[in-house]
């Protein structure tokens, strides 16, 4: 579990210093240049992301049970999965309709995904991993409002019905061996 918490430490810590110090991080950025901030700021991300997928991997087999979700519960894990899915996309792709509307599409992907693998994941492990993103997708949207930070304007809907295939298309793929790929547990 140490290493778990040490991942989650690192990776949300590295991405929590836009909101916790931004004088600070606007410093760095000064001092260091886009580029080298950057560089920077992904070998840390890099780094904690290797800890708590290595931390998980290792706390999940034995993690205590804290609660038995009914099996159900996978099927509306799955239904939730692809809107965050189609939310992510609606992120990487240029403004349709849908980016002005949800705001923040990447928050909003990290807290569907963490909601969801707690609906279907009952152990401490879990817990601790998809509550950690769950609360801090919480605090980032916060944090994000109070700064103003402009909205992006509306754009035409073929961006959106392209994030929704790319998003189908995705989903797919970890249903179908993704998921059981790169985690080792079918969604199923």
Partial sequence: MFLLIVGLIVFLGVHSVRIVAPDWREAQIARLGENGWKGLYSIVSLVGFVLLVWGYARAWPVAPVLYEPPVWMKHVTA???????????????????????????MLLAIKIWAFAHLLA??????????GSFLAWAVWDRIAVKRSGEATVAAGPVKWDFAAAVAATLLYILFVWKLHAWLFGVSPF
């Fill in 79 to 105: 239904a939730l999965m692809l809107l965050a899915f189609i939310s992510l996309m609606v992120w990487r792709f240029p403004a349709g309709r849908l980016k002005p509307v949800l705001k923040h599409p």
């Fill in 121 to 130: 994941n009952g152990d401490l492990a879990s817990l601790i991993l998809f």
